[in-house]
């Protein structure tokens, strides 16, 4: 239980007012062994998904069947809260266990028409999460617009800094899915990292990075 607590979706809440949420809404959880579909693309969501142990990928396939990663969940990521609102709308996206993986699904429209005082609060609180994940594809539709690797970069870099609050952060992205958010190679993106790091502009290490201008 200590996990949801610290969950988005159940933010201010304390441990009897989730239990009271489980007890009116159906809920269940499952088990996911490495490398098993937890959502496959075109399913109909019908339930919002949080990952309780694990760790995940999001995946999107093109009409030439080819694989481009665009999330990667750790524990206590949240899932299918957006789809499970808008009803009759298929999934996008793959999800696939990278590890095993537990995830409570909790069912939205029961959800919705709750009985437990609590629940208004998850509802606020799925909102604000919808909003910043509109918020985030907003942004990276800015970055797409870009002509050059390093301006992709250096927006992105620009942006985490306003997110932490400070010169030196980390991601929450590898190399690919970075070059997969930035829509560049991850080659190109790897050798205009090098420059940059030579050039004095940033420094880094793994998923760690400070911008030194």
């Given at each position: 239980?200590k ?7 159940f933010k201010?809440?304390?441990?009897a007012e989730?239990?009271q ?6 809920h ?10 937890i959502?496959h693309q ?10 309780l142990?694990?760790?995940a ?5 093109t009409?030439?069947?080819e694989e481009i990663?665009?999330s990667?969940?750790?524990?206590n990521?949240?899932f ?10 298929s999934s ?17 429209q029961?959800?919705l028409f709750a009985?437990a ?9 799925i ?13 990276r539709?800015?970055i ?9 970069i ?8 306003s ?10 992205l590898?190399?690919r899915?970075m ?5 560049v190679?991850?080659?190109?993106l790897s ?14 290490h ?5 911008l030194?201008?």
């Amino acid at each position: 239980m200590k996990i949801l607590t610290e969950n988005l979706l159940f933010k201010g809440l304390d441990n009897a007012e989730i239990q009271q949420i489980l007890n009116t809404v159906r809920h269940n959880e499952k088990n996911y062994s490495p490398g098993e579909t937890i959502v496959h693309q075109g399913d109909i969501i019908d339930s919002i998904g949080i990952l309780l142990a694990g760790n995940a990928l999001g995946k999107k396939y093109t009409p030439e069947g080819e694989e481009i990663i665009v999330s990667q969940m750790a524990p206590n990521s949240i899932f299918g809260d957006v789809l499970s609102g808008a009803i009759g709308f298929s999934s996008p996206v793959t999800v696939q266990a990278l590890k095993s993986c537990r995830v409570l699904f909790i069912n939205y429209q029961q959800l919705l028409f709750a009985d437990a005082p609590a629940a208004h609060k998850v509802l606020q609180n799925i909102i604000q999460n919808i909003s910043r994940k509109y918020f985030t594809q907003n942004k990276r539709a800015d970055i797409l617009m870009l002509k050059s690797v390093r301006s992709k970069i250096l927006s992105y870099l620009e942006w985490q800094k306003s997110i932490n609050n400070s010169n030196s952060f980390s991601i929450n992205l590898d190399r690919r899915l970075m070059a997969d958010f930035l829509g560049v190679e991850r080659s190109a993106l790897s050798r205009e990292l090098s420059r940059m790091k030579k050039e004095g502009i940033i420094d880094f290490h793994k998923n760690k990075f400070t911008l030194l201008y």
